[in-house]
């Protein structure tokens, strides 16, 4: 059909007709959340480099799932600030741990809202890699799967509601899903970091969570930047592998890859939304020369139109006021 029978435009009038018509919707439900939790109490500590983002002692926390509850947001994703580090990365799965104790907290406050954690390595070892270390400095995969499958037990025996591991180890999906099951933890799903990119965008967050590699870098264990294929084979084993969400990391750089990986499998899928991209808008934003709100609401809603059903963001608070104010 062509111009003048068909005309386009009749269909973007008013907000009325064009709400009816709208293809792709982005919701506060759509979002998750990521808190970053330490020991001690009354903190509440900005990340330079993340303007809005904080890092939380656990008496903090009763007052934050209560501000994302009334803003609609459902979930969020905890990362521990460790006491202290060793090169076993033993805070990771002590069952005093700073995360475990986060998700005591949060579900003494309010059982019902949905608590996902990090499973990783990187924030608690003292050489920051993502595992055990070899003679040479590299990260020796099969140990470092005992590590994550008991780190992600503990998370679940503490309460958690899902675990997502974010090391990119070979079979860690398998191991986290085998030690869950054993322990009567079937019920706990697994969100699986399943195409994650050796980036440039993951600076802020290496100061928000105190987990910068101090050495080296960990482009042994994240993909190369160009990698697509590779992408999909990762996302195949991780789903082969008993994985109940996918997700691709970072967000903004690889809509394609988010957009091959629903059209391939299917599969629930999530964006993270990550915290160079986050930098960058509040930056911009700070300066004058964007329109923050429009920026950040255009920005969720092409990575859902991508095929992200969930979004992990920085954002999350105050797209969501922007949304309810819509």
Same mark, same amino acid.
Request: glycine share 6%; aromatic share 8%; with cysteine.
């Given at each position: 059909?062509?111009?003048?029978?068909? %005309?386009?435009?009749?269909?973007?009038?008013?907000?009325?007709?064009?709400?009816?018509?709208?293809?792709?919707?982005?919701?506060?439900?759509?979002?998750?959340?990521?808190?970053?939790?330490?020991?001690?109490?009354?903190?509440?500590?900005?990340?330079? +480099?993340?303007? &809005?983002?904080?890092?939380?002692?656990?008496?903090?926390?009763? *007052?934050?799932?209560?501000?994302?509850?009334?803003?609609?947001?459902?979930?969020?994703?905890?990362?521990?600030?460790?006491?202290?580090?060793?090169?076993?990365?033993?805070?990771?799965?002590?069952?005093?741990? #700073?995360?475990?104790?986060?998700?005591?907290?949060?579900?003494?406050?309010?059982?019902?809202?949905?608590?996902?954690?990090?499973?990783?390595?990187?924030?608690?070892?003292?050489?920051?890699?993502?595992?055990?270390?070899?003679?040479?400095?590299?990260? #020796?995969?099969?140990?470092?799967?005992?590590?994550?499958? +008991?780190?992600?037990?503990?998370?679940?025996?503490?309460?958690?509601?899902?675990?997502?591991?974010?090391?990119?180890?070979?079979?860690?999906?398998?191991?986290?899903?085998?030690?869950?099951?054993?322990?009567?933890?079937?019920?706990?799903?697994?969100?699986?970091?399943?195409?994650?990119?050796?980036?440039?965008?993951? &600076?802020?967050?290496?100061?928000?969570?105190?987990?910068?590699?101090?050495?080296?870098?960990? %482009?042994?264990?994240?993909?190369?930047?160009?990698?697509?294929?590779?992408?999909?084979?990762?996302?195949?084993?991780?789903?082969?592998?008993?994985?109940?969400?996918?997700?691709?990391?970072?967000?903004?750089?690889?809509?394609?890859?988010?957009?091959?990986?629903?059209?391939?499998?299917?599969?629930?899928?999530?964006?993270?939304?990550?915290?160079?991209?986050?930098?960058?808008?509040?930056?911009?934003?700070?300066?004058?020369?964007?329109?923050?709100?429009?920026?950040?609401?255009?920005?969720? =809603?092409?990575? %859902?139109?991508?095929? *992200?059903?969930?979004?992990? =963001?920085?954002?999350?608070?105050?797209?969501?006021?922007?949304?309810?104010?819509?």
């Amino acid at each position: 059909m062509e111009f003048p029978a068909y %005309r386009p435009r009749r269909l973007r009038r008013n907000e009325t007709v064009r709400s009816m018509v709208r293809e792709t919707t982005l919701a506060p439900d759509d979002l998750i959340y990521p808190l970053f939790v330490k020991p001690g109490s009354g903190a509440r500590d900005e990340v330079t +480099s993340m303007p &809005g983002v904080f890092q939380l002692s656990l008496d903090q926390l009763p *007052a934050e799932i209560d501000e994302l509850k009334s803003l609609g947001i459902p979930s969020v994703i905890l990362f521990g600030l460790p006491e202290s580090k060793d090169e076993a990365g033993s805070g990771a799965y002590d069952e005093h741990g #700073i995360v475990q104790q986060a998700i005591r907290a949060i579900k003494e406050h309010d059982a019902d809202f949905y608590v996902i954690t990090d499973v990783c390595m990187c924030e608690y070892t003292s050489h920051g890699h993502c595992g055990a270390l070899d003679e040479h400095g590299c990260v #020796i995969n099969d140990v470092t799967l005992e590590m994550l499958a +008991s780190t992600a037990l503990s998370h679940a025996e503490a309460g958690a509601d899902m675990v997502a591991p974010s090391d990119m180890m070979d079979g860690r999906v398998a191991a986290i899903r085998t030690a869950l099951d054993a322990e009567g933890h079937a019920e706990v799903p697994i969100m699986s970091y399943a195409a994650k990119y050796a980036s440039a965008y993951y &600076g802020p967050f290496r100061d928000a969570a105190d987990s910068t590699p101090s050495f080296g870098d960990r %482009r042994a264990y994240q993909m190369d930047p160009g990698n697509a294929e590779e992408a999909l084979r990762e996302v195949a084993l991780d789903i082969a592998e008993g994985a109940d969400l996918v997700m691709v990391k970072p967000a903004l750089s690889y809509m394609d890859i988010i957009r091959r990986v629903k059209d391939e499998f299917g599969y629930p899928t999530a964006a993270y939304n990550v915290s160079g991209e986050y930098a960058m808008v509040k930056a911009a934003a700070e300066r004058g020369w964007i329109d923050e709100r429009r920026v950040v609401l255009e920005t969720l =809603t092409s990575m %859902r139109r991508a095929g *992200a059903d969930l979004i992990l =963001t920085y954002h999350a608070k105050d797209a969501a006021r922007w949304l309810q104010e819509t």
